[in-house]
């Protein structure tokens, strides 16, 4: 948690006065760069290219010692707090400054004391860096207060000429929109780093200094936006501004790890574009390297702001570099990009939503639900779908009226106007048929009857087969948790001739493959209209998998949440990565894509005080890597990432087993590429077994979807696999 320490010598200042000079300092030259101290850290800017810069303690011990990049500029990063830091390059010594520490606040005073008008702008945090800002109000600045909404990325949220998703829709609904741009990118100062805390901490000046403008509605803000805009809500919710009053996060991810390395496998795909991508925007917009256009395009037009900021650009992290890094779970340093790990600290009201199929994130965001305080009030959707299916218009009304009773305080009742015009936008984006919902509340005699009524709904909101019915859900549910409460772990068991059985195996069977992951290419092919995903999912080739299906199911059968999928397995090599997939085999001769989970064997160290049948929970420690064992089988517990979907009657749950690749749009893998022959055993002392969470008192009121028609689920044509099986040892 942050303290909230007020400094009158607030992080701005660049020199701290009444500390007497080393010895000898007065002859030495002065300084001509610039220091300006932060939170845990340290920058020059204005040096000469090419030299060396040291950093010293106050009792003259080295910290730490970095070239001057070709713009005149170093950023040390991790220093400890405290006064008497002195640069010295190339024997010129500056004064010495104070390096705060996250705790250390500025008074109310720093933000009230800041003018921000509508428009094009710029804020400053706590240690002097000016970040680029763009305001928007429904209407003159004097005819407000309006509820106010804060969009906080790395993409393009300040850019005057563009506005993001989410906060085009809140401007519909008469919401003032700030958007600013992450220190290091656009024309916002700086160097950029993925979800440093001092980001955070800049996210708690920005709403502070916002809130404490005249034309924000009830001295409060609220955070919007999808994806990255919404992951960083919940590191700057994180950091409790006082006068933050509810976030809504939007596909978002719940632990860096677990959408860079699944199953400790590097994502190459979508997660080495994304953080390449955002480099390249980090880059200087001054230089002959990437940068923003847009940011490029002001400083072309004279915005010597703009100019000023790129001065840090160089020293921006090597994102090669981080993600080797983190190859493997470290600790605190895991945890610190980890939102499940610090969810709980967050104090107000939160809205949450996303996809099981989300083609780019992922769905392990559903496994923090839990996290959350119970002391705020919480409203999660979760559903069948892609990335954007977060602001699909079954979401959207939920969210709508979460922002009217949290940020405009009123009854939520949307213009009819309004609901026109977002009907138009959503048609454009989801298809005929996407509108918003009716408003729910207006029947209340007055605001605080509404509130309550909406608090005392169930908090999580589970929608079925979205899609089927044009953008919207078939039917949906509610519960008081998730995973939903009243779920049960039911096992099936890996059997004879690609079965999945209730009996445990009686015979020393196994059935086995060779793995070739080039035999598995990306399921997504193109993004229709930048919105759609269109798949091209193949039936699995023989000889490269294992598959396990039921009987016909006897009823409907609705599964929600995780589940494990447990392999005893040899291998021929030391180590092989394992990819499973639960499907619906249809009675049409058709299968329907449900989700996956992946594996690195030698990653297959379980925690067991996390870990529950339904989800097994791998260290993914240096420490805990170990190669397949030579003779012996092996335990590997494969976790199947959250999901929610009703199997209908006649229809079978099939399990497939293979190397990464083939079912997950948008992902790759830096899979292991080396012949294996795997085997999976089947017998009474290594019985390995599928877990999936049943869930029961749900009505599957509407009939099997049509093939490939909902969101973020292909279909194919459904080809058996002969498992290769052999005699093992009785054991």
């Not at 409790?240 to 632990?255: C, F, K, Y």
């Not at 559903?383 to 979460?402: R, T």
Request: aromatic share 8%; net charge negative; glycine share 8%.
């Amino acid at each position: 948690m942050f303290r909230r320490l007020a400094l009158t010598t607030c992080c701005v200042a660049l020199a701290v006065a009444g500390l007497a000079p080393a010895s000898g300092a007065a002859e030495r030259p002065t300084a001509t760069f610039r220091v300006q101290p932060s939170v845990e850290q340290v920058a020059v800017t204005g040096a000469d290219a090419g030299g060396t810069a040291t950093l010293r303690a106050a009792h003259g011990v080295e910290v730490a010692t970095r070239p001057v990049d070709e713009a005149g500029s170093v950023l040390f990063r991790h220093v400890r707090p405290g006064p008497g830091y002195v640069v010295a390059i190339d024997g010129a010594r500056a004064a010495p400054v104070t390096v705060s520490g996250p705790g250390d606040t500025p008074p109310a005073s720093f933000y009230e004391r800041q003018r921000i008008d509508p428009g094009y702008g710029y804020v400053t945090t706590r240690d002097g860096t000016k970040l680029s800002i763009n305001v928007t109000l429904p209407g003159p600045a004097n005819e407000g207060p309006y509820p106010t909404v804060l969009e906080y990325s790395g993409y393009d949220p300040s850019n005057p000429h563009t506005t993001q998703p989410a906060s085009s829709i809140a401007r519909l609904l008469g919401f003032a929109t700030v958007g600013v741009n992450l220190r290091g990118t656009g024309c916002s100062g700086g160097a950029y780093d993925y979800f440093e805390e001092l980001q955070s901490l800049d996210g708690y000046d920005v709403i502070e200094a916002v809130a404490a403008q005249p034309w924000v509605a009830h001295g409060v803000v609220g955070m919007v936006g999808i994806s990255f805009p919404g992951i960083t809500q919940l590191f700057v919710a994180h950091t409790r501004p006082p006068h933050l009053a509810a976030i809504t996060p939007l596909s978002v991810l719940d632990d860096t790890y677990a959408t860079l390395y699944p199953g400790g496998i590097f994502n190459n795909g979508f997660a080495l574009g994304w953080a390449k991508d955002r480099q390249a925007d980090a880059e200087p917009a001054t230089g002959t390297g990437h940068g923003q256009e847009w940011a490029r395009e002001r400083i072309d037009a004279g915005d010597e702001t703009c100019r000023a900021n790129q001065a840090l650009r160089l020293q921006a992290p090597d994102v090669l570099a981080e993600i080797r890094a983190n190859a493997y779970r470290r600790g605190a340093a895991t945890d610190a990009l980890a939102p499940a790990s610090f969810v709980h600290d967050i104090d107000v009201p939160v809205f949450l939503a996303g996809a099981w199929q989300d083609q780019e994130t992922g769905s392990h965001f559903a496994d923090m639900i839990g996290n959350f305080s119970p002391d705020i009030p919480l409203k999660v959707t979760v559903m069948n779908g892609a990335h954007q299916d977060s602001l699909a218009p079954a979401v959207l009304s939920a969210w709508i009226e979460f922002l009217e009773f949290y940020l405009a305080r009123k009854v939520p009742s949307t213009p009819p106007a309004a609901r026109a015009l977002a009907s138009v936008a959503l048609s454009r984006a989801f298809g005929d048929g996407a509108k918003l919902a009716p408003d729910r509340f207006t029947n209340q005699p007055d605001f605080a009857s509404a509130l309550r009524a909406y608090e005392a709904e169930p908090p999580v909101r589970v929608l079925f087969d979205v899609g089927a019915d044009a953008p919207m859900p078939s039917f949906e549910t509610t519960a008081a948790a998730f995973p939903l409460p009243g779920t049960t772990a039911r096992t099936w068991y890996l059997g004879n001739h690609g079965a999945l059985t209730d009996a445990a195996p009686t015979s020393s069977e196994a059935d086995r493959f060779d793995p070739d992951p080039s035999a598995f290419p990306r399921t997504m092919q193109t993004i229709a209209d930048g919105l759609t995903p269109q798949y091209g999912w193949k039936p699995v080739p023989a000889g490269q998998a294992l598959a396990y299906a039921t009987a016909p199911l006897a009823a409907d059968t609705v599964l929600v949440g995780t589940g494990s999928v447990d392999l005893w397995m040899r291998a021929t090599t030391p180590d092989v990565d394992v990819e499973v997939t639960i499907s619906e085999v249809r009675p049409d001769g058709r299968e329907t894509y449900v989700q996956s989970g992946w594996l690195r064997a030698s990653q297959r160290k379980v925690d067991p005080a996390a870990s529950t049948p339904l989800l097994p929970v791998e260290t993914h420690t240096r420490a805990d890597v170990a190669p397949l064992p030579a003779t012996a089988p092996a335990l590997l517990r494969v976790p199947l990432y959250p999901f929610g979907h009703a199997f209908r009657a006649g229809s079978r749950i099939r399990i497939v087993v293979q190397p990464p690749g083939g079912n997950r749009p948008a992902w790759a893998f830096d899979s292991i590429d080396r012949s294996s022959t795997v085997t999976i055993l089947r017998s009474k002392a290594h019985p390995s077994k599928v877990v999936l969470p049943l869930v029961s008192g749900i009505d599957v009121t509407t009939p099997l979807p049509a093939c490939n028609s909902l969101r973020g689920q292909p279909c194919r044509n459904y080809v058996p696999l002969d498992n290769e099986t052999t005699k093992v040892p009785r054991s």
